[in-house]
């Protein structure tokens, strides 16, 4: 199977890459948009600020790519956030995949949202296996508000999606690949799809 992890110039991709090697998958780190057409799967992750990670997209015209891919599509974190409608980091237009406007968490919460926290209401087969209220990973100070894409919900004073999917295309908020044996699950359960 391969996999290609986009590479776009934002940050923790490696620790994707080691994450699918740990559950023994080399993926792939390109931004090719040839080699990212022709993968089984692909990850979209990103850590970092949105109008800037736009721009790295456009600029390599990704951004006119990953909307049009037919297989299976994995944004993380940033990654999920971009391909929203929009996003209020830097009043930027994110893929218009999923159609959501990210808002930034209010000043009567601690931000950006870091550390464990539980997930819950998850729909679909990419939580196969994981339990409710398993805790992931996440740090974010921007959140999707809850929609019909959403196939998980996380509390921060207030429910907010988790995790999206609409079509072939999936979203988490949390880091699988910083969320121990569950976030790896959640990884096969990907591949899986």
Request: proline letters at 3%.
């Amino acid at each position: 199977m391969k996999v290609v992890i986009i590479d776009y110039g934002a940050g923790n991709i490696k620790s994707v890459q080691f994450a699918f090697k740990r559950i023994g998958l080399d993926a792939v780190l390109s931004k090719d948009s040839e080699a990212i057409q022709q993968a089984d799967k692909v990850v979209f992750p990103g850590v970092g600020e949105a109008s800037s990670a736009m721009k790295k997209l456009k600029e390599s015209q990704l951004d006119l790519i990953i909307p049009k891919l037919k297989q299976p599509v994995l944004g993380i974190c940033l990654g999920m956030q971009l391909m929203c409608h929009e996003t209020e980091e830097g009043n930027t237009k994110g893929l218009g995949i999923f159609d959501v406007s990210v808002k930034k968490f209010s000043n009567q919460f601690k931000v950006p949202q870091m550390g464990w926290n539980t997930i819950y209401n998850m729909k679909t087969n990419l939580f196969h296996n994981i339990k409710n209220q398993e805790y992931m990973y996440l740090v974010h100070s921007y959140y999707a508000p809850k929609s019909e894409m959403t196939i998980a919900t996380t509390n921060y004073g207030f429910e907010y999606a988790t995790a999206l999917q609409k079509d072939n295309f999936y979203g988490v908020q949390f880091h699988p690949e910083k969320s121990s044996h569950a976030g790896e699950q959640i990884l096969k359960n990907f591949l899986d799809l």
